[in-house]
């Protein structure tokens, strides 16, 4: 699993508010109130520059109070909504979504690269008996999932090195999860030969997911993808499903470019 880079190893030219993402970050990954001490223990910080970023926090709404730790206030989603609501290729790929003629019956996701993880932004719920659930806004590694594979195969081969050699260790959530750096290259090099990216229960027994990285000047890198039982991943199927997710991302990309163009005049 990804390492966060120790607070000591980061400069920057406001410290204060570094430390506040990094605890917001901490306080993201975890289910449970997290307490001073654990938290200070995750960032290496004093147990009193806690507490302090963590008053001013929940003052703020960021955070809130739950026992003797903190989890994420509600301004935090107020503030994710703000950002979906603003941005058009969130609000274009649920109304496109909606529309593709096989993909539409199913879980389909919109998802950036950052760093080694990707980040979900949109959702498309389908209209299977078994809804798969995926939350806007959670963070996955990006070597388990068909979203992260399609977009590291679309970068360029220096930059996807890179990235890699900063994963630490590989994270192992199933079974089918690879287990060397070895195999994560080999089935990135696959991904990028084939046009999209696979994960066969690498991320959860039974699931599989396919994405196409969005063509053209993203950044950062985007994606779709669609999410099935594994059993009704047939052949046939799993090619109608890829040719809705390429009409997807070739108009999500127009979209792209159109406002790429009326920005520059």
Same mark, same amino acid.
Request: aromatic letters at 2%; charged letters at 30%; proline letters at 3%.
């Given at each position: 699993m990804n390492e966060v880079r120790s607070l000591r190893e980061v400069e920057s030219r406001s410290p204060a508010v570094t430390r506040a993402v990094a605890v917001l970050e901490e306080v993201a990954r975890s289910r449970d109130p997290l307490g001073v001490s654990a938290l200070a223990r995750r960032l290496g910080l004093a147990k009193s520059t806690i507490a302090n970023l963590c008053t001013a926090l929940e003052t703020t709404g960021m955070v809130r109070r739950v026992g003797d730790g903190w989890l994420l206030g509600y301004k935090i989603y107020e503030l994710g909504e703000q950002f979906r *609501? =603003?941005?058009? $290729?969130v609000?274009?790929?649920? @109304? +496109?979504?909606?529309? $593709?003629?096989?993909?539409? *019956?199913?879980t389909l996701l919109l998802a950036v690269?950052? =760093?080694t993880e990707v980040v979900y932004l949109g959702r498309h719920g389908g209209r299977q008996p078994v809804r798969l659930a995926c939350d806007t806004g959670l963070r996955m590694p990006a070597v388990v999932t068909a979203l992260g594979k399609a977009m590291l195969a679309q970068l360029p081969w220096r930059e996807c090195e890179s990235r890699l050699?900063?994963?630490?260790? $590989?994270?192992?959530r199933t079974e089918s999860s690879h287990t060397t750096i070895a195999a994560v290259r080999a089935d990135i090099e696959e991904a990028r030969c084939r046009g999209y990216g696979i994960d066969n229960g690498e991320n959860i027994e039974g699931i599989s997911c396919f994405s196409v990285a969005i063509p053209g000047r993203m950044e950062p890198p985007t994606a779709v993808s669609v999410t099935l039982l594994s059993s009704r991943a047939t052949p046939e199927?799993? *090619?109608? +499903?890829? *040719?809705? &997710?390429?009409? +997807?991302? =070739?108009? $999500?990309?127009? &979209?792209?470019? &159109?406002?790429?163009?009326?920005?520059? @005049?």
């Open positions: *609501a =603003g941005t058009d $290729l609000a274009e790929f649920e @109304r +496109l979504a909606a529309r $593709l003629p096989v993909a539409s *019956a199913e690269l950052d =760093g050699k900063s994963i630490r260790e $590989l994270p192992m199927h799993t *090619a109608a +499903l890829v *040719a809705d &997710l390429n009409v +997807l991302a =070739g108009e $999500l990309s127009r &979209l792209v470019d &159109l406002e790429h163009r009326e920005r520059s @005049r």
